[in-house]
């Protein structure tokens, strides 16, 4: 089946006329090489795909797939079941879920979107305050929800998206059955430089080093950048930049291409007019922190809400930050679970397991 069927038109984002209109020329990249990559991802899915753009009520566009398997009898009482919705990181696109589509469209039918500003959907400005930038994420996906049809929905986030999934549920929460949140990024308050250990009669202060001053430096100086302005800034030498740098890629996909197809889409996604990408920096503080981290909001989901919180075992992104969302909300309706041998890429590196939890998921909700 076609992975891209036809009903869209200007299947590729104009250039942005801003100052950064002048990268493609530099690096070896257009919207055109990033849809016949993703193609060739998306080959690999067996079950009923359709791709397609949805637009916004502002024009902006995003790149949308909607996977059903025809082949599951129905009963013409049964009524249809909740849809999973799925959010890629930062970074990300579509065809990162190559390894789940199939899996989790088997009983329901699946979404997943390139969020505003990643991908092959379309790259506004966004504006360089943190709760704004957030905003407008949130916004779109709300958009989106509705030019859809949706009334409400599984939603599933990893990285970024479990950042924006939260905040959105946060603000739609009728619309949202059970919130998946697979290595989110975003919840811890960055540390504070010094410590206090304890209390009281002999009290220790523990005084956490300070980081010396040339890193201070270099910190201070890639703050003033996007995050991935260094394959941009590479030109011609950006793809060998992305395969020396991240070939971890290339292997979570091997048994599906033998050849660089990952970590081509990967820059692809990534060497364009940046976008979501300078929304992401307006929210981040030095290092990655974020400026408004989630386990200040957790509160404000639901009580009764259901959250499953998902970590990889050997992942940066330490699953401390799940067992204090349950305590702060409560550990009747939150739960966290640890997938072995699984790095940040949960979905990639154990695609198996992570399958098997979000399906029982998903079945606890219909």
């Known amino acids: 089946m076609d992975p891209a069927p036809a009903p869209m038109q200007n ?5 942005s006329s801003s100052v950064w209109s002048w990268w493609p020329s530099w690096c070896p990249t257009s919207m055109s090489l990033l849809k016949t990559t993703e193609s060739k991802i998306l080959a690999c899915v067996k079950n009923d795909l359709w791709a397609r753009f949805v637009t916004l009520p502002n024009q902006d566009r995003i790149w949308t797939l909607s996977l059903t398997n025809k082949r599951t009898p129905k009963s013409a009482e049964q009524a249809p079941k909740t849809p999973l919705v799925m959010v890629h990181g930062f970074g990300g696109g579509v ?22 500003g990643f991908g092959r959907s379309s790259r506004p400005n966004f504006p360089s305050d943190a709760a704004k930038a957030e905003e407008q994420f949130v916004n779109s996906i709300e958009q989106w929800r509705q030019a859809v049809g949706l009334d409400n929905m599984i939603l599933l986030g990893h990285s970024l998206g479990g950042y924006l999934a939260t905040s959105y549920a946060i603000q739609h929460p009728s619309r949202v059955s059970h919130l998946i949140l697979v290595d989110p990024w975003g919840f811890p308050e960055q540390p504070k430089p010094d410590t206090q250990q304890s209390q009281g009669h002999g009290a220790e202060v523990v005084k956490r080093p300070s980081p010396p001053r040339w ?5 201070a100086v890639v703050s003033l950048f996007n995050p991935l302005a260094v394959i941009r800034a590479a030109g011609p030498w950006g793809p ?8 971890d890629f290339k292997r979570k996909f091997e048994d599906l291409f033998d050849d660089d197809t990952m970590t081509q889409y990967i820059y692809h996604c990534n060497a364009q007019t940046p976008s979501g990408e300078v929304g992401f920096r307006a929210m981040t503080e030095t290092l990655g922190w974020a400026k408004r981290p989630m386990l200040q909001r957790v509160h404000l989901l639901p009580p009764f809400m259901p959250v499953t919180m998902v970590y990889g075992a050997w992942s940066w992104v330490e699953s ?6 349950a305590e702060i909300r409560g550990k009747a309706h939150t739960r966290v679970l640890l997938i072995k041998e699984a790095s940040h890429h949960v979905y990639a590196d154990q695609p198996d397991d992570f399958n098997r939890v979000v399906e029982n998921i998903c079945k606890s909700v219909d």
């Open 320 to 325: 401390s930050s799940g067992d204090r969302a």
């Open 11 to 15: 299947d590729c984002e104009s250039e």
């Open 95 to 116: 065809g990162l879920w190559i390894r789940n589509l199939d899996a989790l469209s088997h009983s329901r039918t699946v979404y997943a979107f390139d969020l505003l």
């Open 240 to 247: 060998g930049l992305v395969n020396r740098f991240r070939p």
């Open 215 to 219: 890193v201070k430096a270099i910190a």
